[in-house]
């Protein structure tokens, strides 16, 4: 596979030891531009050979539209979006969490077994999504990893809530932020630089969604994912969701952490016509998600027979309570059918809808979806206002259908 091939040719010795799943002993005589015969027909770690690679290194996945059908994200198919390295030997033993920062009331410890037998676990559905997801249709081009519909995701996510453990520390009035910190290796391989360190307002932070995960889908997290620990943040850039969590910090100020500042995660805070460059000042933070819709099913290029109707369903999720309607168009948008919605589970988990689809004649039709939340915003048909990073693309998703 060319994308396999690409991949094992660019990645680094480090990569290999993670990809191996242990130390490569002699690695540094390993000559260059050769690869471990272990690797040659290695996967992504504990990923799907159908997930679609669209960077090494640092290593970032996506998963094909149709394979995003089930109600709950398959480990195996769940979007890997990676800043840095992710540590090559985790020592869950010793794994510890540590909260601090100038509005913390006092710094306080946590092993991972500390926070399952001290704080209430709970499951929720959580939809996490790339802020570029979607990036790939952006007119000019916004530099970046061209994701196409791929890059989001719904898994059960267990854990502990964060604001109990912030509770648990104690913060003083003038705490505004929260911020992360991984224990992922920056792509230079310096210690003393972090690949990422966001985080959100304590709103957010203090929100009964907002979870301090060890387990998706019931079992411990992906290793691409964030293994052992990780941050969850439903209805913001997946960027918030720190992963490989070791250490978190509440500020009396905005967390000024690596990508929390300059264009990352920032959109033009007044819109701009396509093209422009925009200066850092007058960029504003990206916070809550776009509404959104997907189809799962058909893949897109079905082919039915005159007559015949067409099931499809796919998914819908918002930053808002709820998805209040998902609407389907075969006329590129001239008219709409209201689809079946059902109701999630809890809030931010993405709500599963479905249709039956009549086609009057022979030909090439598209199907679009929209979706609409309870705050009243709607997709748009074509892609939203052009930023220079390609972020927050919620335009309405389309698959081709022939009709014979």
Request: with cysteine.
């Amino acid at each position: 596979m060319a994308d396999r091939r690409t991949f094992i040719k660019k990645s680094t010795l480090s990569l290999f030891s993670t990809l191996i799943g242990m130390e490569m002993v002699y690695g540094k005589y390993l000559p260059a531009g050769m690869v471990p015969i272990a690797l040659y027909d290695a996967d992504l770690p504990g990923k799907s050979s159908e997930m679609k690679v669209l960077n090494d290194r640092p290593i970032n996945a996506e998963t094909p539209a149709h394979l995003l059908d089930p109600s709950i994200t398959p480990r195996e198919l769940f979007f890997v979006r990676n800043n840095g390295i992710p540590p090559s030997k985790v020592d869950v033993e010793n794994w510890t969490l540590t909260i601090e920062g100038e509005s913390a009331r006092e710094k306080k410890t946590y092993t991972l077994q500390e926070l399952k037998s001290r704080f209430k676990e709970v499951t929720l559905k959580l939809t996490l999504e790339c802020g570029g997801n979607g990036r790939s249709e952006f007119n000019p081009p916004a530099k970046g990893n061209q994701w196409s519909t791929g890059a989001v995701g719904c898994a059960e996510w267990t854990g502990v809530r964060l604001r109990d453990v912030l509770n648990d520390v104690g913060f003083k009035n003038d705490a505004v932020y929260v911020g992360y910190y991984g224990a992922d290796i920056h792509l230079s391989g310096d210690p003393s630089k972090q690949s990422i360190s966001r985080g959100v307002p304590m709103k957010k932070a203090l929100e009964p969604e907002s979870l301090i995960a060890l387990q998706m889908n019931g079992e411990d997290l992906p290793e691409l994912n964030g293994y052992p620990l990780r941050l969850v943040f439903g209805g913001y850039p997946a960027s918030c969701s720190g992963k490989w969590l070791n250490r978190l910090v509440i500020r009396n100020k905005e967390h000024d952490g690596n990508k929390m500042g300059g264009q990352s995660y920032r959109v033009p805070c007044k819109p701009v016509a396509p093209g422009t460059k925009v200066a850092d000042e007058d960029m504003c933070i990206i916070e809550d998600m776009p509404v959104k819709s997907i189809i799962t099913y058909p893949k897109t290029g079905a082919m039915i027979t005159q007559g015949q109707q067409l099931p499809i369903r796919g998914h819908a999720w918002t930053s808002a309570p709820r998805i209040s309607q998902v609407e389907y168009s075969i006329d590129f948008g001239k008219s709409w059918n209201r689809c079946i919605v059902k109701a999630g589970d809890n809030r931010y988990a993405w709500q599963d809808f479905n249709a039956s689809v009549t086609f009057p004649e022979r030909g090439y039709y598209e199907v679009w979806a929209k979706a609409t939340d309870d705050r009243g915003a709607t997709q748009p048909i074509i892609l939203p206002g052009w930023n220079p990073k390609g972020y927050l693309n919620n335009a309405c998703h389309r698959i081709a259908v022939k009709v014979v």
